[in-house]
Nanobody
Framework: QVQLVESGGGLVQAGGSLRLSCVAS???????????MGWYRQAPGKQRELVAA???????NYAESVKGRFTMSRDNAKNTIYLQMNSLKPEDTAVYYC??????????WGQGTQVTVSS
């Protein structure tokens, strides 16, 4: 099994920045088999949506609403991915989740971290 733990959420004013982290731990075999990671978010009363995620060509896909403001990065040595969020808007308020997929070995989700942007 793999555990994903997100951190870095909080309350920030509009225009501010936050950096989220997602650390993977557990089975080294599964962690080394992960071939997809991404960030998703879910606002109250809405469906979970993709924010940023690995693309098949090695680039990163971003939701239109966050392009130019959010950046996903990774530190493979630390089994960690990050989401740098700049120029935050009230509509970015949501619980942010980390997702990792290892082919034939499962899809894993973190518990989420709350991001609240005040106007």
């Amino acid at each position: 099994q793999v555990q994903l733990v997100e951190s870095g959420g909080g309350l920030v004013q509009a225009g501010g920045s936050l950096r989220l982290s997602c650390v993977a731990s557990g089975s080294i075999f599964i962690i080394n088999s992960i071939n997809y990671m991404g960030w998703y978010r879910q606002a109250p009363g809405k469906q979970r949506e993709l924010v940023a995620a690995d693309s098949s060509d090695g680039s990163t896909n971003y939701a239109e609403s966050v392009k130019g403001r959010f950046t996903m990065s990774r530190d493979n040595a630390k089994n960690t991915i990050y989401l740098q969020m700049n120029s935050l808007k009230p509509e970015d308020t949501a619980v942010y989740y980390c997702n990792a997929v290892a082919n034939f070995l499962g899809s894993y989700w973190g518990q989420g971290t709350q991001v609240t942007v005040s106007s």
